[in-house]
């Protein structure tokens, strides 16, 4: 399965909203996309699961929505601190756990 | 606080065994599973590998001939070996935390460690 993210580059203002596309060859089940925040230099960090539940910690301005091969990660009133790549991984169709080649998010 | 940090060398020769370990804190190896993912500019995010707290492994079809996933005898670590690596092994490794009981996501990582294959 591929997963294919657009767009490959976001560039936003702080207080606006972003909206992060992930598109799946083939369907998956919502209980198996995943989104990771990973931040400049950092580990990727588990931000929405199951598609749209937000993982400990992670702030409401965090959303996540799609099912069958559309799925979106959605930010609202962006803050400075969310500049980071966005990753979404799916489970269970070979090689069992894949990503998308990433979403870059700039806040101008 | 769950944490992970990868241990290993960071330069190793091509065709030799990539070898790493993965030292959990702050839980039981019991009851998760733990992950081996990898980060490269080429290739981007990787998965390797589970193993399961009872020490069935899963590999990705990518890395099965190569790969061996296990659970050390100290009950705080598990481990990570890659044979015959070149020079497209070079990456950034990351152990992490499976969710249980199906590990459709990796809930803790670990900051990762840098691997360069090189003579």
């Known amino acids: 399965i591929v997963l294919t993210q657009s767009p490959g580059t976001l560039s936003l203002s702080a207080g606006e909203r972003a909206s992060l596309s992930c598109r799946a060859s083939?369907?998956?089940?919502?209980?198996?996309i995943t989104w990771y925040q990973q931040r400049p230099g950092q580990a990727p960090r588990l931000l929405i699961f199951?598609?749209?539940n937000r993982a400990t910690g992670i702030p409401d301005r965090f959303s996540g929505s799609g099912s069958g091969t559309e799925f979106t990660l959605t930010i609202s009133r962006l803050e400075p601190e969310d500049a980071a790549m966005y990753y979404c991984?799916?489970?269970?169709?070979?090689?069992?756990?894949?990503f998308g080649q990433g979403t870059r998010l700039e806040i101008k | 606080q769950v944490q992970l940090q990868e241990s290993g060398p960071g330069l190793v020769k091509p065709s030799a065994t990539l070898s790493l370990t993965c030292t959990v804190s702050?839980?039981?190896?019991?009851?998760?599973?733990w992950s081996w993912f990898r980060q490269s500019p080429e290739r981007g995010l990787e998965w390797l590998g589970n193993?399961?707290?009872?020490?069935?492994?899963f590999y990705s079809s990518l890395f099965r001939s190569r790969i061996t996933i296990s659970l050390d005898a100290s009950p705080d670590r598990f481990s990570l070996k890659l044979a015959a690596v070149t020079a497209a092994d070079t990456a950034t490794y990351y152990c992490?935390?499976?969710?249980?009981?199906?590990?459709?996501?990796?809930?803790?990582w670990g900051r990762g460690t840098s691997v360069s294959v090189s003579s």
């Open positions: 199951a598609t749209s």
């Open positions: 702050g839980a039981s190896r019991n009851g998760s599973f």
């Open positions: 991984q799916q489970y269970g169709a070979s090689p069992l756990i894949s």
């Open positions: 193993i399961h707290y009872a020490g069935t492994t």
């Open positions: 992490a935390r499976g969710t249980y009981p199906i590990p459709s996501r990796a809930d803790i």
């Open positions: 083939q369907t998956v089940t919502t209980r198996f």
